[in-house]
């Protein structure tokens, strides 16, 4: 039996963003939750947090590294890097080009943004944030949006696996997110 993802911790954590006092709290909660959620995946481990590159240039809010289990991510990557942006509009495309950036400047080829609103623009015209995501796609790099609503509605960790595969295989067919 594959990890239950427990719909009560996920409004705690979200409640708790939502009523966070300052951003710095409410950011918190949003990584907290990620870091919850995504360790229900077999083979999935927290590595760092809010880390900062030998630069200071850029930080990394949370770092996971994946054994590709079988029950698991074992489609990607070892080093999965999440952005969270526990705001009330949507991502817009210079937030969405920054994530990219840090993508880019690692030789990821992939990463996970966490935008409780999803982000800015229209993915049939392919505008705003979804031109980062479409332009990430045809230099190697895939990135995936998941949404607060998304993480209401798992249940379990293979529902988390198969939301990630359904998001990547849009993103090849699309060439954007939905």
């Known amino acids: 039996m594959m990890p239950a993802i427990s719909r009560a911790t996920i409004e705690a954590y979200m409640e708790a963003g939502a009523n966070g006092a300052t951003t710095a709290d409410q950011g918190r909660a949003l990584e907290d939750l990620i870091c919850y959620v995504f360790t229900q995946v077999p083979g999935i481990s927290i590595t760092r947090r809010n880390e900062m590159n030998a630069f200071h240039t850029e930080e990394i809010d949370v770092a996971l590294w ?18 969270c942006k526990n705001w009330s509009s949507r991502v817009s495309s210079s937030e969405l080009s920054w994530f990219d950036a840090k ?3 690692r030789g990821l080829g992939f990463g996970v943004l966490i935008a409780a609103k999803g982000i800015t623009g229209d993915a049939e015209d392919i505008t705003a944030a979804h031109s980062i995501v479409a332009g990430a796609l045809r230099e190697g790099r895939r990135l995936v949006v998941i949404k607060s609503d998304e993480l ?27």
């Open 66 to 83: 994946n054994d590709g289990h079988a029950d698991g991510f074992f489609f990607l990557p070892n080093i999965i890097l999440v952005e």
């Open 103 to 105: 993508l880019r400047s």
């Open 152 to 178: 209401l509605a798992l249940a379990d960790s293979p529902e988390l696996v198969r939301l990630v595969k359904e998001k990547l295989c849009d993103l090849t067919v699309r060439g954007t997110v939905a």
